[in-house]
């Protein structure tokens, strides 16, 4: 299973990286609390890339 990261968009369009390294079920919770707080920007959950093996 891989791991997943929580991203944020802001009002004016700048996508910034809020948490990595978790579980999906957590990314999904994490982004749910931050958007529960009724602010102008978008919180999403996107899979984390694996890196090839050397």
Known sequence: MGTFRVMR???NGNRFLVARGLAEAEAR???AEF?????????WVESEPTDPAP
Not at 35 to 43: F, P, S
């Open 9 to 11: 968009q802001d009002d």
């Open 29 to 31: 919770r994490l982004a």
């Open 35 to 43: 958007e529960a707080r009724g602010h102008k920007q978008l919180y």
